[in-house]
């Protein structure tokens, strides 16, 4: 073990030791704080009541092999991310005005997927290590909420496409997006991109039902998240354009129906793509449908519930490592009564890949890639009001879509403190 990553994790133990013992103090003012430096005696109240808000947090991740990676080694990332909100209505009197600004600080190793021999993603929050400003948006709420649009630096993949229900795992494709979204059209992580997105509600203000229609357009920087860009102060428009669409229902919940949604979208990108045929295309392009419903209340307040939701996701195989891609959850909000705000979390992952990479592989003097299968099994424990612990375990078969390997088991677990 290296000095460095010896430190952090005496660093992190002794952190955790204390952040522990306070949690379970009897002083119940911090341990049900929703934040772990409460109010600021009384400022982000009353901040708040004037329009600004703040939502700052830190989460980190720490995950090993168990069997079957090419290589073992411990793996840890970390992620502090600043956030404030600003009501324009309250503060300057805009209708319906909203702007964000956001920054993040992202560090640790960021070698899981090789290592481990993996193409799935154990953590959600690993990418680069960057210090960088992440966000900066204005957004407008029009005709009693039912058309919005949102102009600025923004997260193209987060509001086209996302997991509804993936608050439950670690894993990076049930806690945000499949992995088949994020290659061909629109490649941000976590580094938000110049768009527009614009989206019209067809029902009524009173509805428990929504009917919705959204667009984006965005400029996709080189196809490079972080090109030209290291710490998102660049605002400049490169291309090429990606384009999204969505449509879908959201039912609210009703005293005759549960709360669930339904959404079909696609992404397109205007730019050029190699194949594995070492050829140049024009253009890329996704298709998504996903599908999500509460199937049962566990009480009779509705705080616990346990729900389900499916996705899938096509492009094509020539240009892309995912040819096909599905995706499965169900959740337990408060799966024990004493435990209300716990969330326990079961997904499974069936990615299957290009022919055409495949054929790359083998051609290479590798071997034919098939399907790789995912399982995560999660437990999401609210602590206090602002610290949150959660273990998880992971099941890679087939990893990298070869058969002839043995499954990948992955531990992890993850801290997430709100400040």
């Known amino acids: 073990m290296n000095k460095t990553l010896s430190k952090s994790l005496s660093l992190g133990v002794a952190c955790f030791a204390g952040l522990f013992s306070q949690a379970m103090a009897q002083d119940y003012s911090i341990t049900n704080s929703p934040y772990l430096f409460g109010d600021w005696d009384g400022s982000r109240t009353s901040l708040a009541n004037d329009g600004i808000t703040f939502d700052l947090f830190h989460i980190f991740d720490s995950y090993d092999d168990i069997d079957g990676a090419l290589s073992n080694g411990t793996a840890y990332f970390g992620r502090f991310r600043a956030r404030m909100n600003l009501d324009l209505e309250k503060l300057a009197g805009i209708e319906g ?38 966000e900066f948006w204005f957004e407008q709420t029009l005709a009693e909420g039912a058309f919005s649009y949102r102009l600025g630096k923004i997260d193209a993949v987060g509001a ?17 997006v499949p992995n088949a979204i ?156 004493s435990r209300p705000q716990d969330e326990l979390g079961i997904g499974l992952i069936a990615a299957f890949l290009s022919s055409d990479y495949s054929d790359a592989q083998v051609a290479a003097g590798g071997v034919k890639a098939n399907e790789e299968f995912t399982l995560e099994l999660s437990y999401k424990a609210k602590v206090t009001g602002w610290l949150t612990i959660q273990p998880s375990i992971q099941a890679v078969k087939n990893p990298q879509g070869n058969g002839d390997r043995d499954t990948v088991w992955v531990t992890g677990i993850r801290g997430v403190i709100n400040l």
Do not use: C
């Open 97 to 134: 005005g909203k702007f964000v600004v956001s920054g993040v600080h992202q560090y640790g190793r960021n070698y899981n997927r090789s290592r481990f021999g993996v193409f799935t993603n154990p953590s959600s929050i690993e990418g680069a290590e960057t210090t960088r400003l992440a």
């Open 160 to 176: 086209f496409g996302n997991q509804e229900y993936g608050s439950s795992f670690m894993n990076d494709e049930f806690a945000y």
């Open 182 to 337: 994020f290659g061909p059209a629109l490649p941000y992580d976590p580094a938000e991109k110049l768009g527009l997105i614009a989206t019209w509600v067809m029902t009524r203000p009173t509805a428990s039902s929504d009917l919705y229609l959204k667009a984006g357009i965005f400029d996709t920087n080189n196809l490079d998240a972080y090109y030209d860009d290291h710490n998102g102060l660049r605002a400049s428009w490169e291309g090429p354009v990606g384009y999204a669409t969505e449509f879908g229902y959201r039912e609210n919940g009703s005293a005759s129906a549960m709360p669930g949604f339904f959404k079909v979208g696609m992404h397109y990108n205007t730019g050029d793509f190699s194949t594995y045929n070492a050829e140049v295309e024009d253009n890329d392009y996704l298709f998504y449908t996903g599908l999500g419903k509460t199937l049962i209340y566990l009480g009779g307040d509705k705080s616990r519930h346990l729900d389900a939701s499916i996705m899938w996701v096509y492009a094509p195989e020539d240009r892309n490592l995912y040819h096909h891609e599905f995706t499965a959850m169900a959740r337990f909000v408060g799966p024990f009564a």
